[in-house]
């Protein structure tokens, strides 16, 4: 990575300290700086020296090479399109931290299985972005039909690494970025699991089309007005829930004279784990269900009562923050005890997912080692 001038420097320094809501005084006393002088080297016209960026990183809580130097080409290729003029500082730091992250990783060891976006066509109508969900469930090694389950290492079988990280009510649902190898998936691991799964789904589209960098804000209750997401939007669920298993689960329970529409839609969500908005929306544009009934199914919630009367399941922990996928938690733990790295960079590498006391014993050195380092 090349490294950056003193103007760079200023404007990160700038950035990091707006995302972490600190005026240029605060951060000036954190730094034992006076604020004119901060100013100045946000500005670009006074450098900053080593001890000092080392004393602005602790500040706010930011990696040093952050501000050093510049960000992998993946990120850069393609900032947030979904929303002009929208900042998503949360989830963009996250995509940058853990883009760095998985990038020395692969340098120093290699991911297994992670393989290059595969370059489909992107969807152009409604139907092609039905079939790339067929086409994709058979590289997810599935039935055309039936519940999608453990979509996280699915994906990453795939090469699209999923992280999911609490990144708060208010930042995005999720954001891809491509990889020269591979891809990552940043998950908002502040919603919830069905929203989660939505999320993910909607970024595996991104990651088969080879979709540099996006950053996805509602998927949910996206109404799609950017012809592209909605069609990633029908990709997601067409890939969540495909027509006939849902047309015949649906048929089944329906008819079901204890149950009806609530009942029904209850049961679904929990065998296919997604949300009630999303089983509403998939019925509807399948008309499998008028408008009516899709408001009932909207407004329904999977009760207490209901686990154990149909009995159901219970799929809380799927993607549930934090969360790494396991591939790059083995390749951490292989680059530690081999001494690539040491136990402070692997856990920083695990995003503090891991305890110092949770990493495996380091094998005894002969006496006489040293010597093949002096």
């Known amino acids: 990575m090349e490294h950056v001038d003193a103007e760079t420097i200023g404007r990160r320094i700038a950035e990091a300290r707006e995302r972490a809501g600190l005026t240029q005084a605060e951060l000036a006393e954190r730094i034992g700086l006076v ?9 670009g016209s006074r450098r900053v020296s080593a001890l000092e960026l080392a004393r602005v990183a602790q500040a706010l809580d930011t990696r040093i090479e952050w501000f050093v130097e510049e960000a992998p080409e993946a990120i850069v290729s393609r900032r947030n399109t979904q929303d002009p003029g929208e900042p998503s500082p949360e989830i963009d730091r996250m995509a940058e931290r853990v883009t760095r992250a998985v990038e020395f990783v692969s340098e120093h060891s290699g991911i ?6 595969p370059d489909l066509p992107m969807p152009r109508d409604w ?4 079939r790339l969900a067929v086409d994709a469930r058979r590289m997810l090694e599935l039935g055309s039909e039936g519940p999608l389950t453990e979509l996280g290492d699915r994906c990453a079988g795939l090469g699209l690494l999923p992280f999911s990280f609490d990144l708060g009510r208010d930042s995005a649902d999720a954001a891809t970025i491509l990889l020269p190898r591979g891809g990552v998936a940043i998950i908002n691991g502040a919603r919830l699991v069905g929203r989660r799964r939505l999320a993910l789904a909607h970024e595996l589209g991104h990651f088969l089309v080879a979709d540099e960098y996006t950053v996805d804000w509602r998927v949910a209750e996206s109404q799609a007005t950017d012809q592209r997401e909605s069609l990633f939007d029908r990709f997601a669920r067409a890939l969540l829930l495909p027509r006939e298993s849902l047309l015949e689960g649906w048929t089944r329970f329906a008819a079901d004279p204890e149950g009806g529409v609530r009942v029904a ?11 009630m908005a999303t089983l509403a929306r998939r019925l509807r544009e399948l008309d499998i269900i008028d408008g009516g009934e899709a408001a009932v199914i909207r407004a329904a919630r999977t009760t207490r009562a209901d686990i154990v009367d149909f009995n159901l399941v219970v799929a809380k922990d799927e993607l549930a ?15 530690y005890r081999n001494e690539t790295v040491s136990s402070a960079r692997a856990l920083d590498l695990l995003f503090g997912t891991w305890e110092e006391d949770a ?16």
Not at 359 to 374: D, H, K
Request: hydrophobic share 45%; glycine share 4%.
């Open 35 to 43: 604020r004119s002088s901060l100013a100045k080297a946000e500005g």
């Open 112 to 117: 297994r299985n992670l393989a290059s976006s």
């Open 127 to 130: 139907r092609e972005a039905e």
């Open 265 to 275: 839609a209850v049961r679904m969500a929990s065998a296919y784990r997604v949300d």
């Open 321 to 335: 923050p934090p969360a790494l996928p396991r591939e790059y938690e083995r390749t951490i733990l292989a680059l």
């Open 359 to 374: 990493l495996p014993p380091l094998p005894l050195r002969a006496e006489g080692a040293i010597w093949q380092y002096v």
